[in-house]
C-alpha cells in the first residue's frame, strides 16, 4: 500500500470525489448479510477518503481506519468524528495497528489487494487473520482489470485468497462477483468474506500446560512466563521486529523485569526460590546483584527512564548480564514442546555485546544493547490479549511451588507475604512523583489546573491514573494527571470517553509541557516512558502531541481487551 503513496497524494482531492461520489450500501451491498452491528470493532484498511470508515461509525462502531497517504488521511479526517482513529500504517507490516492489541469483528480491505505484491500476500494475510476476533469477518474485494493513469497492480484471484484462508484456519463464506460503480467496462469486482471459526485458545493451551503441568526445580519458568506477560501487557512499543511469525523484543528489558520481579522475594523476605537452596540462584553475585542490595536499589528504582552513575552503573549491568545468563541457561532452555531428544522450544535468544561504562540510562537504545528475546507472533499476541486472565494463574501456580520448598515450609511464610512479594509495583509508589512536581511549581506561584475540567487545583487534589490501575499498572508520567478530589473519585477505575479526551486535550499538553517539558532530564524520562509502553510512538519521540494521540489509541485498546467501562 505504502508504495503508491505518492500517486495517491498528489491525487487526493480528485480520488477523494470519485470515492465519495458512491454510497456505501451500493459499492458494498453484495456483502451486507455481513455488515456489522452498533458496537463492534471495524478495521477499514486503505481507508482513503474516509467514506466507509464514516459509514461504521454512523451504524455505532468503534471505527480503526487506516491510510498511508498523508493527503487522504487528512481530508478523510476532516468527515469522521472521534468513534474513529486514524492510524499511519501500511500492509503487509501493520506494526502500528498490531501495536494496538485489538482484535477487530470486521477487517476491511476495498480496493486494496491489487496493490500489494504476490511476495508479500501471504505475510499480509497472516497478519490480517491474527488481528480477527473469534467469528470475526475479512472482506476483500478484488479489482480486476489494469489501471491506467500509472498506479502499479497485480493479478489477483480468489482462488489465492482459498489457499491463503486454508493456512490460517478462516473459512470462504461467501464470493460474489460484480460490475464497476463507475461504469469502466473493462473492470469488475470479486468479494471475499471470510471467517475465524476458531476461538484461538491453542496458546492458551501452551501456556496453561507451562504453568501447571511442566516439571519445574525451580519459579524461573513461572518467571520468565509473568516477565513476558508484563512486557506484552505494558510495552507495545518495545517490539524491535514482527517477521516470518516472529516478535523480537529487548532482551534487556525481559532482564530488567526479570530483576524486578525477584527484588521484593529475595532481597526483602529472602524466600527460597528452588527445591535444593545449597545450590543458590545463577543470578545472585556479589560483584551484580550483591552491590545493587548494598545501594539500597530496591524494585520500583530500576524503571524505564532511571538514570545509573559509577558503581552503581556498574552493578547494575552485571545484575543484567547475570540474569539473561540464567534466563537463557534455565528456563529458555528448557520450556520446549515434544521430547528432551525432538525438543521445540518456545523462545530464542540473540546476545550482543554492549559496553555502557559508568552511565546508564534505562532507554530504548539500553535495553536493545543486550539483544534479542524472540518468541512466536501467535504466543506474543496471546500475552496481549489474555494477560489479565493468565496472570493471576502464574502468580497462584508461583505461591504453590515457593510453598513446597522445605525452608519456606519450616518458616512458615504467611500466604498474604508471597502476594505482598509479587506485587509488581508498590503501592506507595503510586504518584509521590507527579504529586512532588506539582508542589514544587506551586512554590513558584504557578496555579495548578485540573486536565478533566479545568478547575482551579486546591489543596487538597488528586492524581488521577488515565488508564486506571486497576486494570493496567502503570506509573509512567503520561498516565498520572493532576484532578481535582471529587472528578477523580467520579472516574474511578474508568477510562475516559473519546470525547472527554478530545475535549481535555490541550489542558493535558499544558500540563506535561509545564511539568517535564522545561527540564531536560525529566523531559527524556517522560518521552522513554512513553515511547515503549504506548504503540504507534517512534523509539526518538519527541513530541507532546504524539504522545497524546497515541494515548488515545492505548486507552481504546485497554478497554478493548479488558472492557473497562467509560468515564
Not at 501447571?212 to 513461572?222: E, F, G, I, M, P
Not at 512479594?421 to 503510586?430: E, G, M, R, S, Y
Request: net charge neutral; with cysteine.
Amino acid at each position: 500500500m505504502s508504495l503508491h503513496s505518492d500517486f495517491y497524494n498528489k491525487n487526493a482531492q480528485d480520488l477523494c470525489s470519485q470515492y465519495d461520489a458512491l454510497r456505501f450500501e451500493d459499492v458494498h451491498q453484495s456483502w451486507s448479510r455481513y455488515w456489522p452491528a452498533s458496537g463492534s470493532k471495524v478495521l477499514d484498511l486503505g481507508a482513503g477518503s474516509g467514506r466507509d470508515a464514516k459509514w461504521f461509525e454512523e451504524q455505532g462502531c468503534e471505527v480503526f481506519a487506516v491510510e498511508p497517504s498523508v493527503a487522504m488521511r487528512t481530508l478523510g479526517q476532516k468527515k469522521t468524528g472521534l468513534n474513529v482513529s486514524w492510524l499511519d500504517d501500511s500492509l503487509p507490516a501493520l506494526t502500528k495497528t498490531e501495536n494496538l492489541g485489538i482484535q477487530f469483528d470486521l477487517i476491511l480491505l476495498s480496493a486494496v489487494w491489487m496493490h500489494i505484491a504476490p511476495s508479500y500476500r501471504e505475510r499480509a494475510f497472516r497478519k490480517l487473520s491474527n488481528l480477527l476476533a473469534p467469528h470475526g469477518k475479512l472482506v476483500i474485494s478484488l479489482r480486476h482489470g489494469q489501471f491506467d493513469d500509472g498506479r502499479k497492480s497485480y493479478e489477483v484471484s480468489v482462488e489465492e485468497l482459498e489457499t491463503l484462508s486454508k493456512s490460517s484456519a478462516l473459512h470462504v463464506t461467501q464470493v460474489t462477483k460484480s460490475d464497476d460503480y463507475m461504469k469502466r467496462r473493462t473492470v469488475w469486482w470479486e468479494t471475499a468474506v471470510m471467517t475465524l471459526p476458531d476461538d484461538g485458545t491453542g496458546d492458551l493451551k501452551k501456556i496453561r500446560h507451562i504453568i501447571v503441568n511442566d516439571s519445574k526445580s525451580a519459579t524461573y519458568k513461572l518467571a520468565l512466563l509473568r516477565t513476558l506477560l508484563r512486557i506484552a501487557d505494558a510495552h507495545s512499543g518495545a517490539v524491535i521486529d514482527r517477521s516470518d511469525g516472529k516478535v523480537a523484543i529487548p532482551l534487556g528489558l525481559v532482564a530488567l523485569y526479570w530483576i524486578r520481579q525477584f527484588k521484593r522475594l529475595i532481597d526483602k523476605e529472602d524466600i527460597q526460590q528452588n527445591s535444593n537452596s545449597s545450590i543458590g540462584l545463577g543470578f545472585i553475585k556479589p560483584d551484580g546483584w550483591g552491590k545493587l542490595k548494598e545501594f539500597k536499589l530496591g524494585a520500583d528504582d530500576l524503571s524505564i527512564g532511571a538514570m545509573f552513575l559509577g558503581e552503581q552503573a556498574k552493578a547494575f549491568d552485571k545484575t543484567i548480564r547475570d540474569s539473561i545468563a540464567t534466563i537463557k541457561d534455565n528456563p529458555v532452555k528448557f520450556t520446549y514442546q515434544g521430547s528432551a531428544e525432538n525438543r521445540k522450544t518456545y523462545f530464542t535468544v540473540e546476545r550482543e555485546r554492549s559496553n555502557h561504562g559508568d552511565s546508564i540510562v534505562i532507554d530504548t537504545l539500553f535495553l536493545q544493547s543486550y539483544g534479542k528475546f524472540i518468541l512466536d507472533e501467535s504466543l506474543w499476541d496471546c500475552f496481549r490479549l489474555y494477560h489479565s486472565w493468565i496472570e493471576p494463574l502464574v502468580i497462584n501456580q508461583w505461591i504453590k511451588e515457593m510453598q513446597r520448598f522445605k525452608r519456606n515450609k519450616d518458616r512458615e511464610i504467611s500466604l498474604q507475604t508471597y502476594f505482598d512479594c509479587l506485587v509488581w509495583i508498590d503501592k506507595d509508589h503510586d504518584t509521590r512523583d507527579v504529586r512532588k512536581r506539582v508542589e514544587q511549581l506551586r512554590k513558584q506561584d504557578i496555579d495548578i489546573h485540573s486536565v478533566w475540567s479545568g478547575s482551579k487545583l486546591r489543596n487538597e487534589f488528586h492524581v488521577d491514573h488515565c488508564l486506571p490501575f486497576t486494570y493496567w499498572p502503570n506509573n509512567d508520567k503520561w498516565n498520572l494527571l493532576p484532578t481535582t478530589t471529587d472528578e477523580n473519585l467520579s472516574k474511578s477505575d474508568k477510562v475516559p470517553t473519546a470525547h472527554r479526551l478530545h475535549d481535555s486535550k490541550q489542558r493535558v499538553l499544558d500540563w506535561w509541557q509545564l511539568a517535564w517539558g522545561e527540564n531536560t532530564i525529566l523531559k527524556s524520562r517522560f518521552f522513554s516512558e512513553a515511547s515503549l509502553s504506548l504503540p504507534t510512538l517512534p523509539h526518538q519521540c519527541s513530541e507532546f502531541e504524539e504522545v497524546f494521540e497515541a494515548m488515545g489509541l492505548q486507552v481504546k485498546g485497554v478497554k478493548s481487551r479488558l472492557l473497562i467501562n467509560e468515564w
